[in-house]
C-alpha cells in the first residue's frame, strides 16, 4: 500500500510557474511507476506526465511538452512536476498517482491504470 499526498498547487498567471511535489509513505516505492493526472471542471481526468520506477522513461502528454517535467527521487520518495509557461488551460486539480510495475512511462498513461492516488491540489491559472 502506499499513501500519497500533493503540495505545491496554487494560483498563478499565465506564463507563470509552479512545482508539486508529492511525497509517498509505504514500502517499496522504487517498485512503482508514477504520474500526474489532472481534472478541469466538467472534464475527465487525464494524464499529465508518468515516469518509470527508476526515472528513466517519461511520459508527456502532448499540450504539456516541452513546458512541464515531471522527475522522482526514490531515495526521498518523492515525485515532482515541474511547471513553466502555464496557460489558463492548464488549471484543474492535479492528482499524484502510483502503479505498480517495471513497464515503461507510456504504459501507465490511463488513469485506469494507476493503483493509488492522492487527494489532489488545485492549480489555478489566471489570463
Known amino acids: 500500500q502506499l499513501q500519497l499526498v500533493e503540495s505545491g498547487g496554487g494560483l498563478v498567471q499565465a506564463g507563470g510557474s509552479l512545482r508539486l511535489s508529492c511525497a509517498a509513505s509505504g514500502r517499496f516505492f522504487s517498485s512503482y511507476a508514477l504520474g500526474w493526472f489532472r481534472q478541469a471542471p466538467g472534464k475527465e481526468r487525464e494524464s499529465v506526465a508518468t515516469?518509470?520506477?527508476?526515472?528513466?522513461?517519461?511520459y508527456y502528454t502532448v499540450s504539456v511538452k516541452g513546458r512541464f517535467t515531471i522527475f522522482r527521487d526514490n531515495a526521498e520518495n518523492t515525485v515532482a512536476l515541474h511547471m513553466i509557461s502555464l496557460e489558463p488551460e492548464d488549471t484543474g486539480i492535479y492528482y499524484c498517482?502510483?502503479?505498480?510495475?517495471?513497464?515503461?512511462?507510456?504504459?501507465?498513461?490511463?488513469?485506469?491504470?494507476?493503483?493509488?492516488w492522492g487527494r489532489g491540489t488545485l492549480v489555478t491559472v489566471s489570463s
Open positions: 515516469i518509470n520506477w527508476s526515472g528513466s522513461s517519461t
Open positions: 498517482a502510483a502503479a505498480r510495475g517495471y513497464l515503461s512511462a507510456s504504459d501507465y498513461s490511463a488513469a485506469s491504470g494507476m493503483d493509488y
